[in-house]
């Protein structure tokens, strides 16, 4: 499933740059992530860079938009090749 920024996003800056796909960019407020190329960072790391950077955890699974770790790597390929 792809992931979520809360309200609770300070627009720290750190995740843009941690995000392997270009997934995350700023909205109106605070930063978003575009469900289209957020993989979790399958393919690329063990567990998602930006949950990891967070500093105040704000990043959580999108529950609308629910994948298995197989959709999440196809789309990885997809991007990717």
Do not use: W
């Not at 109106?28 to 950077?53: K, L, M, S």
């Amino acid at each position: 499933m792809a992931l979520l920024i809360t309200q609770e996003c300070i627009n720290c800056d750190i995740c843009p740059m941690e995000c392997p796909n270009q997934a995350i960019s700023m909205g109106a407020d605070i930063y978003q992530i575009d469900v289209n190329r957020c993989t979790e960072c399958v393919g690329h790391y063990d567990e998602p860079q930006c949950v990891a950077c967070c500093p105040v955890d704000c990043i959580e699974p999108d529950p609308i938009h629910k994948e298995t770790q197989e959709q999440l790597y196809d789309k990885f390929l997809a991007l990717h090749s």
